[in-house]
């Protein structure tokens, strides 16, 4: 009977292990599963904050380029408006210079 009681043990151990064996490899498929699932997760939310951040930078760079071409409109207008003046400038005051030349020019000093 000893022998049997024995056998009878060793039987009840080796299902004992093969149950753990099997607890074990469910809970370690489980897991890989969470994983697989975590990085799932966070490659997707990754590439959303992707596409918001670059939404964001074209929003940016088309507000940017409307304003450069009103800067580049407005310059041009200053620009054009100070060169009118200068011209307008250069003709009222021409007759003026253009004597003064010529009173120094026609002077003789000893």
Request: proline share 1%; glycine share 4%.
């Amino acid at each position: 009977m000893s022998g049997s009681s024995s056998q009878n043990g060793i039987q009840l151990l080796l299902a004992a292990e093969q149950e753990a064996q099997h607890i074990v490899n469910a809970a370690r498929t489980a897991k890989q599963a969470r994983l697989k699932q975590a990085k799932e997760e966070a490659e997707k939310e990754i590439a959303d904050f992707r596409a918001q951040m670059e939404a964001e930078f074209q929003r940016k760079v088309a507000e940017s380029s409307g304003d450069s071409g009103a800067n580049v409109k407005r310059l041009e207008i200053e620009t054009e408006e100070k060169i009118q003046h200068l011209k307008t400038e250069s003709s009222r005051i021409s007759p003026e210079v253009v004597s003064m030349l010529l009173r120094h020019v026609t002077t003789v000093k000893n």
